[in-house]
């Protein structure tokens, strides 16, 4: 198989504060990776360092096989990135939306109209392309912001709480839509501290005070911990971590 | 370089899309300078123009009478009320009823034939410091004027004395506001409006989105900037259109000069709002940020209204500091005198250096700051 992202010992410190922690990881091609934790236990962090926004302390890591410290430039031009707040600007309509940043990524003409085709098609968003973005629903939102983030055909996807307060219909349409990027060779990179969400993962990692204290699927976290809901499996995890770090 | 410079294009015709889909802060852009110049044309205009003025006069005679009609038909006076001489003459100022009271003796006629012995006296409201001393001169001159012209009086030789007025003869205040407006509103639209655009984008989160994206820091402060130097430019041209067909303000010097130079004015003025914006972290400052740190020491320190060299020493090296004093010597330098780059060298390369040092500050800080 081929690697989508790798990291090897990634750390990252903020004066005395480890916010990653020897992060050293292995992600295929056309995986669902789950990346689980709870506020601040870095995985804001590892996201920026993996996007080339934030230079680590130590340790290294390629994504897309570009080195993710010389080579941010070209990591930039092959990854999207789908932030839990939306982004996208109130005052265009869902069209001009698009076509920005298609152009931010240097799509045009033809490429670029094909493109806003498939992407309108796939996430049904056709019918709403004349429309002003704030005035269409928060649901909706969320997709054109994913179909901003996939237009230019990323190699990966990173999704930060993708479906935080929508509705359980269109959460489930959207992770449809998620399984036929993934299926189609697409790596998604997906943060969460929703359970539900982490369930349509392919692996999941959990990640606590900045250090890797799980990294297993679905079910095989579940028999491992035996629990029957991962939410019991990441309560059960942090507490652990947590104990061992105080007892050492 | 071919595909950042199509980054660069694409980002700023983002820029300008945010602009032109709002119409009414388009509208305010376009239309502020306009009024502006109306208000400080008509309503702020400082000229004394058919002033309200009151005659005492104890007897009538036909010097008085003189006095009176030419003074009313003067442009500069209206002569509202003959009074009868009262013992107090601050009267017709506590009622408003005027600003300046000329009060003529009552042997006028006789003492005009003898050398030296006429005297009047001119009373003038000073509450406003300003009005109150170019009554005092308009009063002063007309009537001088008038006895010297038509009452054959002659001017008592102490000292042939001249004065001649240049580059603005008729002390016409258009020629005055004009460059000032241009040092204001070019600096509103370069440092007020790109302040709040970028702190705009901070605070709704779509400059790190930005960021994701390939566009490098330096696109996209290229891309926000370029509009809006384009719409400074678009109100520089609007003020000189207007001050040219409404006010009669020639420019005097080379046209393509003053544009030059203000560029270099609105490349000062864009480096001031991308500090701002690095600094601000919601609009609200950015705006009140803006206001304090550029509108004010402009409209108050830059040689616009007060003369820098009146100031006391503190204020007088403050406006040292301020872009738009070097600008406004520019300006006036061009449109006025009609001086080129050899007097005006000095001022824009102040100009100019400003510009870089503050566009070099900012950019490193915008660029730490993400």
Known sequence: METSIETRDLTRRFGDFVAVDRLTLRVERGEVFGFLGANGAGKTTAIRMLCGL???????GKVAGCDIQTETDRIRSRIGYMPQKF????????EMNLQLYGGLYGLQGDVLRTRMETVGKLLSLEPLLSRRTDSIPWGWQQRLN???????QPEIVFLDEPTASVDPVSRRQFWDIIAELAA?????FVTSHYMDEVEYCGRVAILVQGGLAALD???GLKKTYGHTSLGDVFLDVVERAQTRGTAA | ?????RRIAVAARKEFLHIIRDPQSLFIVIMLPVVMMFLYGYALNADIHNAELVIEQPVPSPAARVLESRLDGSPFFAVTQILPPSSDPTQVFRARHTRALLRLPPDLDAGLRRPGAASMQVVVDGSDPNVGAQMRAAVEGATQKILLDHLNMKPPKILDQRTVVLYNPQQRSALFFVPGLMAIILLMISALLTSIAITKEKETGTLSQLLITPLRPREIIAGKLLPYVALASLDGILILTVGYLVFGVRVAGSVTFLALCSLAYIFTALSIG???STLAKRQLHAMMMTQLATMLPTVMLSGFIFPVSSMPMVLRGISHIVPATYYLQIVRGIILKGVGLHELWIPLLVLCAQGILLFMISVFKFRVKL
């Open chain 2, 1 to 5: 370089m071919n595909a950042s410079l």
């Open chain 1, 54 to 60: 934030l230079q680590p302390s130590s340790g290294s």
């Open chain 1, 146 to 152: 994913l179909a901003c983030a996939i237009l230019h």
């Open chain 1, 184 to 188: 189609s060779g697409t790596t998604i």
């Open chain 1, 87 to 94: 982004a996208l600007y109130p005052d265009f309509s869902v």
């Open chain 2, 274 to 276: 991308l500090l701002i």
């Open chain 1, 217 to 219: 699927s679905p079910a």
